[in-house]
């Protein structure tokens, strides 16, 4: 029997450690990421974690939120990322290639490295003029 305790954002911890564990191959991006659930910054994540934000730019019909925060191991890249995000809003499979998608304001592309703190914006096209 195995038995699980969790304080705060450490539930997401526990959740990334058993999405590894059961995951056929260890360097998947989908057992890497998971969503974070806390809005605390001060929240512990473990020595091998890093949080990034996620924004969602217009799109209140396939997002119901503006925001997500995910949890990645270290290292991690931006396809991790888009993995999670994926996962989590799969309504938004078709549009990624039209979008311009940035991290911390830089044009992100799939190899980009993570760092804890990163914000990510999803920014649709848009027509119009």
Known sequence: MIALSAVGAGIVLVTGKLASATSPARNEPSARVSSATSQNTGDRMGPASLRVKATY?????????????????????????????????????????????????????????????????????????
Do not use: C, N, W
């Open 57 to 129: 730019f217009q799109m209140p019909q396939e997002v119901s939120v503006r925001q997500d925060y995910f949890v990645l191991q270290s290292p991690a890249y931006f396809s991790d990322l888009l993995t999670g995000v994926l996962v989590k809003h799969p309504s938004l499979s078709s549009m990624i290639p039209s979008m311009m998608i940035l991290i911390d304001g830089v044009r992100a592309l799939p190899d980009t490295a993570l760092r804890d703190g990163d914000e990510v914006d999803f920014i649709p096209a848009v027509a119009g003029g």
